[in-house]
C-alpha cells in the first residue's frame, strides 16, 4: 500500500490566510469589543429595553453569534431605549469584576431623562449574571442628560467620561473614588469649536481611551450622528491634573472620516481592543453604508487593525469598504 502524501504548510502561512469581513453586527450602533480569555465579545445599542452581547472564538464569528439577552432594565428612571454599552474589567470590593456601563431612561423615550447606569458582575465572566449597581448622577450638577460612559485610568485614578448638553454637546470628565461611585462634578474635557465637529449640530461625545507606552489618548465623535460627516478626533494628555481642560490638546484634524470611494459614512462612536496575543491594537465602530444613513439602528459594526506613527501617535487610516477581507488580528485561533 503506498504511503499517503501530507503537505506541511508553515504555520505562519496558515495564520496569514485566516481573513474576516464586516460587518461584524449589520444593526450594532455605538459598538463595544473585547477580547478575554479566548473569546470576543460584543455588545451594541438595541434601543429597547434589554441589553445583549454576543460571544465568538473568531472576530468574524461575531457576525453569526448569537444575541444573547444578559440583563433586563426595570427601573423606571432607566428602564428602556439602551444605548452606548461598555464593559470594563475594573478592581472592586471582591476583586476584579466587569462594570457594565449604559446609557438608558424613562419610557416612552425621553431624552431629557436619559442617564448614565452601571452593572457589576458576579464573578468574571463578561456575559454575567450582572446585578444593577448604581445611577451614575453627577452630584453637583444632575441638571441634564448624560450619554455615552467611558473609563479612564490614569496615574493610578479613575474616572468617568461622557457627553451632556450646555448649549452645545462638549464631552466631560468625573472623578470616581470607586467604578460606581463619584468624587466630584463633572468638568468640561473638550467642546465642538472646529467646522469639523459641527455638521449637523455642535458636538463631541463618545470618548474612548487609547493608551500605549505611556501615552494616553481620547479619541472622540463629532459632528451630529445623523449626518455622514459624523467622524472621529483626538485628544493627546500632556501632563497635570487630567480634570483640567489644559492638560489635553486637542488635533485640529479628524483622525477617521468618511470615505466616498469605500461607501463608509459617518464612522464613529468606536471603541478599542486588543489582538489575542496583544500585539495588535483594533478600532471597532460603527458606520453607514449610505449617504442618506441616519442615526439610527441600521448603523452596522465594524472592525479594523490600526498602527502607530514613529512619534507614538496613532494611524488609523481609512474606513474600509464592507465586504473587503481582513486577515485576522494576530494571535486568533483558527476557531
Excluded at 33 to 39: D, H, I, K, P, R
Excluded at 144 to 154: A, Y
Amino acid at each position: 500500500m503506498a504511503a499517503a502524501l501530507i503537505t506541511l504548510v508553515p504555520v505562519g502561512q496558515a495564520r496569514a490566510a485566516a481573513t474576516f469581513t464586516n460587518p461584524l453586527d449589520r444593526n450594532g450602533p455605538d459598538p463595544w469589543l473585547q477580547y478575554y480569555n479566548g473569546y470576543y465579545y460584543l455588545a451594541a445599542t438595541t434601543w429597547n429595553s434589554t441589553i445583549t452581547m454576543r460571544k465568538s472564538r473568531t472576530l468574524g464569528g461575531l457576525a453569526t453569534a448569537p444575541e444573547t439577552v444578559i440583563f433586563n432594565l426595570t427601573r423606571p428612571n432607566g428602564a428602556g431605549t439602551m444605548w452606548a454599552p461598555e464593559f470594563h474589567l475594573l478592581d472592586g470590593p471582591n476583586g476584579k469584576r466587569w462594570y457594565f456601563y449604559y446609557t438608558a431612561g424613562r419610557i416612552p423615550f425621553n431624552l431629557g431623562s436619559q442617564r448614565i447606569h452601571v452593572l457589576e458582575s458576579a464573578g468574571t465572566d463578561p456575559m454575567g449574571p450582572y446585578n444593577f449597581k448604581a445611577d451614575m448622577l453627577d452630584p453637583q450638577q444632575d441638571n441634564t442628560w448624560e450619554l455615552d460612559p467611558s473609563i479612564l485610568q490614569l496615574n493610578g485614578k479613575l474616572y468617568l467620561l461622557g457627553t451632556f448638553y450646555n448649549g452645545s454637546q462638549p464631552n466631560f470628565i468625573r472623578p470616581l473614588s470607586n467604578p460606581w461611585t463619584a468624587s466630584g462634578t463633572r468638568r468640561i474635557l473638550s467642546s465642538p469649536t472646529y467646522s469639523w465637529e459641527t455638521v449637523g449640530g455642535a458636538v463631541n461625545e463618545g470618548a474612548e481611551v487609547l493608551q500605549r507606552n505611556g501615552k494616553t489618548f481620547i479619541v472622540f465623535s463629532a459632528s451630529h450622528c445623523s449626518t455622514p460627516d459624523y467622524k472621529l478626533g483626538i485628544l493627546t494628555y500632556n501632563g497635570g491634573d487630567p480634570l483640567q481642560q489644559s492638560s489635553w490638546v486637542k488635533s485640529s484634524q479628524p483622525i477617521f472620516q468618511r470615505s466616498n470611494a469605500n461607501g463608509v459614512f459617518g464612522p464613529g462612536h468606536n471603541g478599542f481592543f486588543k489582538s489575542p496575543d496583544g500585539t495588535e491594537d483594533w478600532i471597532v465602530y460603527h458606520a453607514n453604508s449610505s449617504v442618506s444613513g441616519g442615526c439610527d439602528m441600521n448603523r452596522s459594526t465594524r472592525a479594523q487593525k490600526i498602527t502607530w506613527n514613529a512619534d507614538g501617535t496613532p494611524n488609523f487610516g481609512v474606513p474600509v469598504a464592507l465586504g473587503t477581507r481582513l486577515a485576522v488580528p494576530s494571535g486568533e485561533p483558527a476557531s
